[in-house]
Nanobody, 124 residues
Framework: QVQLVESGGGTVQAGGSLRLSCAAS????????VGWFRQAPGKDHEFVAA????????LYADSVTGRFAISKDNAKNTVYLQMNNLKPEDTAVYYC?????????????????WGQGTQVTVSS
C-alpha cells in the first residue's frame, strides 16, 4: 500500500501559478500511475492530469491543456502538478491518486489510493 500526501496549495490571483506536490510513502511510487483530480464545491471529482511512471506517458483534461504540466521525480518519490495561468474556475480541492495499472486513466474508479487533498483558490 502507498500513502500519498499533497502540498503546495494556496490562494493566488488569476493569471498566477502554483506547483502542487504529491509525495508517496510506504512503497516506492515507481510502479504506479499517478493522477490529479479536483473537486469544486457542489461538484463531482474532475480528472486533471495523469502520468505513467514507467513510460512517462501523460494525459490532460481539455480544460487544463497548455496551462498545467504533470511531472515526476524518481529520487524524491514525488509527482508534481505545475499550474500556470490559473483561472477562478480552477478553484477546487486537488487530490492525487495512484494505481498499479500501467497506462494513464481519466476515470476516478481506476485509481486505488488517494491523498487527503490540498485547497487551491484563484481570485479574480
Amino acid at each position: 500500500q502507498v500513502q500519498l500526501v499533497e502540498s503546495g496549495g494556496g490562494t493566488v490571483q488569476a493569471g498566477g501559478s502554483l506547483r502542487l506536490s504529491c509525495a508517496a510513502s510506504g512503497r516506492t511510487i515507481r510502479a504506479y500511475t499517478v493522477g490529479w483530480f479536483r473537486q469544486a464545491p457542489g461538484k463531482d471529482h474532475e480528472f486533471v492530469a495523469a502520468i505513467d511512471w514507467y513510460h512517462s506517458s501523460t494525459l490532460y483534461a481539455d480544460s487544463v491543456t497548455g496551462r498545467f504540466a504533470i511531472s515526476k521525480d524518481n529520487a524524491k518519490n514525488t509527482v508534481y502538478l505545475q499550474m500556470n495561468n490559473l483561472k477562478p474556475e480552477d478553484t477546487a480541492v486537488y487530490y492525487c491518486a495512484s494505481t498499479v495499472r500501467p497506462g494513464v486513466y481519466r476515470s476516478r474508479s481506476s485509481y486505488d489510493y488517494w491523498g487527503q487533498g490540498t485547497q487551491v483558490t484563484v481570485s479574480s
